[in-house]
């Protein structure tokens, strides 16, 4: 027997599809395994609990930063330029958004101005902490993989010293965390249908897909992006500065998580607490995010989705059997590892000769 | 394998044969070497002369064990033995030294050395391989400074701690791949020198090279490839320099490839669009690998730069194009220096053809994106792009068939119609035509034409001598290090022929 292992130059969208939910399959059912062989979880339960996970209105909740920071890793992937900092970036996003409400923002702002001016502040710290990895790449050539992940520490310690020392709050009992932000800086939920959305980010989530969507498939930067992402060398014979594209797939990139950060914020904690608690690792499960939708903008949303959907699940199977944490990391894990896995199906074709 | 050193060794001992019958290697559909039957002898320098792609490094791959031979068999003192893998080599005595030293830059000369640890025993201390280094500089006059690091060392140093490493596993066949390319004339007789040790030590010396007149200056017995052939292999006495070249080159047979000859004409007294001042070019490793290089194209003509793969013809394209950083000089498109010009500048007002058209194309892309690469192709419409495809002959169903599909001739036409559609001021291309059949040469050859009566320059940087000579207004060769030009009315080829080897 022999096996002929062959690069594709073109890869179907089918292929891509299938692959994917052989992925989040394969993931299912292996859990579903060694939940019953470990823990004694019979299966119905287990699908009951991916069920509820699927249906769970708290999967939205998980689904605004999971597919926001996806969605910004959307570009810097695409062009081979590995962020892993959306962490980092999320949480300085979240600290400039609980600086600028609790500490400059003038009360007689109206609150339409005063959210939006938020926004963009949050965006602009996320898209600043990118920068300094991308400006070390494009300037001395500094691997950003490093970068971005000790940013990512930085960050934390930061925010981390924030909380317990300069801004705890004086009407937290002592506890590591300010003070409630002015409750005309909310971003209040919505309720459709009995569920509570939060419109404003998910109107956010809609518009950047539609943005980058376009700029990927419609315009000469995005197609910079993509010949930078598959042939260096023909993006410099031909002229497209990697400078430029460095720079500002991580601008966008950064910008975007710290946009999910000053959600988190806003919209859920409504004030800064101790950030392993603000962002519990959606910078790094957006990188998954990011990557089950092949880079695609669109198809982010939905990966977005089902990343946050088996988070809900392992929540419920905590509840429901009394596991830890280690069952919402046994999903991402489990999803990664097969993930990357059959992605080398996707690159190259393998032939059984007998 | 070599728990006992003296083993291995046969210095000064009875000489070694080392025969290979047979011997082939394909690599895909292109036949590298066919059927090679070599015959090298204990105390014989034996020279492998050939052309670049003539099969010279090929054969020296599978002998050191970095290639497995398809086909074939090696016979060391009457013994066939497998070669596999460079450990295999090395076990039958068989050490290379490669073009280009393969040394650790941030580790010092003797740290680089203790590699060969591995093949004393385990009981041998670095200390004793290091103590063995010094002794056989000293023997072979490869004085070198243990303690110094190799990023601070110069060419022919390295090729130094190159050569002590292969020493130190005491080969009993020494595989020299062309040695004496960047060596000064001083250099070179001090190696010449080293190779003559070893010979009278009763060893087997293979060198490498492309250079006639060295193989006849060194050698004992030359062997000469031809398109992975052997074409002779006979004793220097019974060659002359003219036989040699007749041998390396298929004489005439090719000249029939080109059946247009073009009328040269004279653009000297337009305005010059490139200028090439002074210029020192350096090559991947950072040594100078083409010195004071002068050269004008003016409008409407074709002028052809001529020279053997790996002597900087490839280099002074991508140093042209801006992608290499200059030594020394100027060079100037259209009155600008390219040292301050953007590299999207340059891309979008210079058409650039690259020696491996793979590096300006996304294979992995439809032909329509790759045809629109450079900016100011971008909003080209699909009209105009199909007239180029039709007009260069390529074989696309549709300007949204995948580029990796196509074969390796429609790519390369594909990148010469988009570099022509840029209707650039100035077109570099090295090797334009290779890989491609007849008719698309003369296609090509006929475009560049039409290209330069429009008023455009063109620079043609080939291997190819004869479509230098067939295309060309004027013609420079590459010839020790720097660029000649050569009077394009007189015997040319012969001339070309004789500044190239």
New interface residues.
């Given amino acids: 027997m022999k096996l002929v292992v062959r690069r594709r ?3 179907h969208t089918y292929l891509k599809i299938v692959l994917t939910v052989a992925a989040i399959g394969l993931t299912l059912l292996i859990s579903m395994v060694i939940l019953y062989l470990a823990s004694n979880i019979p299966p119905e339960d287990f699908i009951y609990a991916v069920y509820m996970g699927l249906i769970d209105p708290s999967t939205l909740r998980y689904l605004i930063p999971l597919t926001l920071c996806g969605l910004g890793l959307t570009l810097p992937y695409k062009a081979g330029i590995w962020n892993i900092g959306s962490e980092g970036q999320l949480l300085s996003g979240a600290i400039i958004a609980t600086y600028i409400a609790l500490y400059i923002y003038p009360t007689d702002i109206n609150p339409i101005i005063g959210i939006p001016l938020l926004l963009i502040a949050s965006f602009m710290a996320g898209a600043a902490t990118a920068l300094v990895a991308g400006f070390l790449k494009a300037r001395y050539n500094l691997n950003e993989i490093l970068s971005t992940l000790m940013l990512n520490y930085i960050i934390i310690g930061l925010g981390n010293y924030l909380v317990y020392g300069p801004w705890r709050g004086a009407t937290q009992y002592g506890y590591p965390r300010t003070d409630i932000i002015p409750s005309q800086l909310w971003i209040t939920n919505i309720e459709i249908l009995g569920i509570r959305i939060n419109m404003t980010l998910i109107i956010i989530i809609l518009a950047s897909a539609l943005a980058l969507n376009y700029i990927i498939k419609h315009t ?1 930067f995005g ?1 910079d992006i ?2 930078y992402g ?2 260096r ?2 993006a ?6 990697p400078e430029k594209v460095i720079i500002l797939t991580m601008l966008i990139s950064g910008g975007l998580a710290g946009l999910a950060g000053a959600g988190e914020v806003l919209a859920i904690h409504r004030q800064l607490i101790r950030v392993q608690d603000v962002s519990a690792g959606y910078g790094y499960m957006a990188i998954l995010v990011a990557w089950l939708s092949r880079m695609d903008p669109m198809a982010t949303i939905l990966s977005g989705y089902l990343v946050a959907a088996l988070i809900s699940t392992g929540y419920t199977l905590q509840i429901l059997a009394g596991l830890t944490i280690g069952a919402v990391n046994l999903f991402i894990g489990g999803l990664l590892v097969l993930a990357t896995a059959l992605d080398f199906l996707l690159e190259y074709e393998v032939e059984i000769r007998w | 394998m070599f728990r006992n050193r003296e083993v291995i060794g046969l210095v000064g001992s009875t000489p070694t044969q080392l025969f290979i019958n047979g011997l082939s290697k394909r690599f895909g559909p292109i036949h590298a070497l066919k059927n090679v039957s070599i015959e090298f002898r204990g105390g014989e320098i034996h020279i492998i002369l050939g052309e670049n792609g003539a099969g010279k490094t090929t054969l020296a791959k599978i002998l050191s064990g970095i290639y497995r031979l398809d086909e074939g068999e090696i016979t060391i003192n009457g013994t066939p033995v497998k070669i596999r893998n460079t450990k295999d080599a090395l076990r039958n005595g068989i050490a290379i030294v490669s073009q280009y030293p393969k040394l650790i830059e941030e580790m010092t000369v003797a740290e680089n050395l203790l590699i060969a640890l591995d093949y004393y025993g385990p009981l041998t201390t670095p200390r004793s391989v290091i103590e063995r280094a010094v002794e056989l500089a000293d023997k072979y006059g490869l004085h070198i400074d243990m303690d110094k690091y190799i990023y601070s060392l110069s060419f022919s140093e390295r090729q130094r701690v190159e050569i002590l490493k292969a020493l130190l596993l005491n080969p009993s066949v020494l595989i020299l791949d062309e040695p004496t390319t960047l060596l000064t004339p001083n250099e070179k007789r001090g190696l010449y020198r080293f190779i003559e040790m070893l010979k009278q030590e009763g060893k087997i010396v293979i060198v490498i090279t492309h250079k006639i007149d060295e193989a006849l200056e060194i050698g004992d017995r030359i062997t000469i490839l031809r398109d992975g052939k052997v074409i002779v292999s006979l004793p220097k006495e019974k060659l002359t320099k003219d036989m040699i070249i007749k041998y390396m080159f298929s004489d005439g047979a090719e000249e029939n490839k080109y059946n247009q000859i073009f009328i040269r004409r004279d653009a000297s007294n337009r305005n010059a669009v490139l200028v090439v001042e002074g210029v020192d070019v350096i090559d991947d490793y950072g040594y100078i690998i083409l010195k004071n290089v002068n050269l004008k194209v003016f409008e409407g003509e074709i002028v052809g730069v001529a020279g053997i793969a790996g002597t900087g013809l490839k280099e002074l394209g991508e140093s042209i194009y801006g992608l290499r950083k200059i030594a020394r000089g100027q060079i100037v498109i259209n009155g600008r220096s390219v040292s301050y010009m953007k590299r999207e500048e340059i891309a979008n007002n210079v058409g650039f053809i690259p020696d491996n058209i793979v590096k300006t194309l996304v294979l992995e892309l439809e032909v329509e994106k790759n045809f629109r690469l450079k900016k100011s192709l971008w909003s080209i419409t699909l009209d105009a792009m199909e007239r180029y495809i039709n007009k260069f002959r390529i074989k696309a169903e549709s300007p949204n068939q995948n580029t990796g599909t196509l074969s390796g001739g429609n790519l390369q036409k594909l990148v010469v119609s988009r570099e022509v559609a840029l209707k650039p001021k100035l077109l570099i291309a090295t090797n334009p035509t290779k890989a491609l059949d007849h008719i698309s040469i003369n296609v090509i050859h006929g475009i560049f034409r039409e290209y330069a009566s429009n008023g455009g320059a063109v620079l043609i940087l080939s291997e190819d001598i004869d479509e230098v000579l067939r295309i060309s207004d004027r013609i420079y060769v590459i010839s020790n290090n720097t660029i000649k030009p050569v009077d394009s009315n007189k015997d040319a080829r012969k001339l070309m022929m004789e500044l190239l080897t």
């Fill in positions: 130059f073109y890869k000469r197609y993509t010949v598959l042939n060398d023909a410099i014979y031909s002229g497209i500065s």
